[in-house]
């Protein structure tokens, strides 16, 4: 069965450090990865997503994020994390076939990370 | 560009009452998803569409829930009739899919449902 993992329901960090919000799966074939940021009584915003290519990727905001193919995880981090940070954060999977059977643009979402970022 | 709309932003309602959710989804976009948000039990996702057909409905909690997406352009979700325990933030997504699922969804900032 296809799923999401976000060990860890909150992570706390000071303003200025490093972020890292962790992120496993488990799919067949080679998945398409994404993260969603949510902000209150807002819907979830998309940050980033890896479909190929460069396991490092890119996105909103100055995160980034790292595909271990060989760790099955997809983590997300900002260099120098900041109070605005401060969000629920969401990974999700979609299996990488093409034309899977009943997933027509449907992904899995992890249960959420709370980061908190402290001044 | 005009995201996916929502409405009403928030509904309180009485017990046994009929509800009716709301969704303009992004123009172009061919698949919409409908979820459900709670303290409890996190996302949940309810109904999928493609194309305007149904392809899973099995998040569904109960015959109570229905949703419907007559054109490209409007979805709605309905809840008849309502229990207190339906109370939660729904939100419905939509994307793009051309055969691969590699397109994020786009969310709309909801509606906060209570049920009294």
């Known amino acids: 069965a296809q799923s999401v993992a976000q060990p860890e329901d909150q992570v706390n960090v000071a303003e200025g450090n490093p972020l890292t919000v962790k992120c496993t799966y488990s799919v067949s074939g080679n998945p398409y990865l994404f993260w969603y940021v949510q902000y209150p009584n807002r819907g979830l915003q998309f940050l980033l997503k890896y479909i190929t290519g460069d396991n490092l990727v890119k996105g909103s905001y100055g995160f980034e994020a790292e595909f271990n193919k060989s760790q099955t995880s997809f983590h997300l981090k900002k260099p120098s994390a900041l109070v605005s940070d401060s969000a629920l954060y969401f990974c999700?999977?979609?299996?990488?076939?093409?034309?899977?059977?009943?997933?027509?643009?449907?992904?899995?979402f992890g249960k959420g990370t709370k980061l908190s970022v402290k001044p | 560009d005009a995201g996916v709309i929502q409405s009403p932003r928030h509904e309180v309602t009485e017990m046994g009452q009929e509800v009716t959710l709301r969704c303009k989804p992004i123009s172009g976009h061919n698949s919409l998803f409908w979820y459900r948000q709670t303290m409890m039990r996190g996302l949940e996702l309810l109904i999928y569409?493609?194309?305007?057909?149904?392809?899973?409905d099995s998040g569904m909690p109960e015959d109570r829930f229905s949703a419907k997406m007559p054109n490209a352009s409007f979805s709605t979700l309905k809840i008849q009739p309502s229990e207190p325990r339906d109370s939660a933030v729904y939100f419905c997504?939509?994307?793009?899919?051309?055969?691969?699922?590699?397109?994020?969804?786009?969310f709309g900032d909801g509606t906060r449902l209570s049920i009294l």
């Open positions: 999700a999977v979609s299996p990488g076939r093409i034309n899977y059977g009943g997933s027509q643009g449907n992904l899995i």
């Open positions: 569409f493609n194309n305007n057909v149904p392809i899973d």
């Open positions: 997504a939509s994307s793009l899919y051309r055969g691969q699922s590699n397109q994020p969804q786009h």
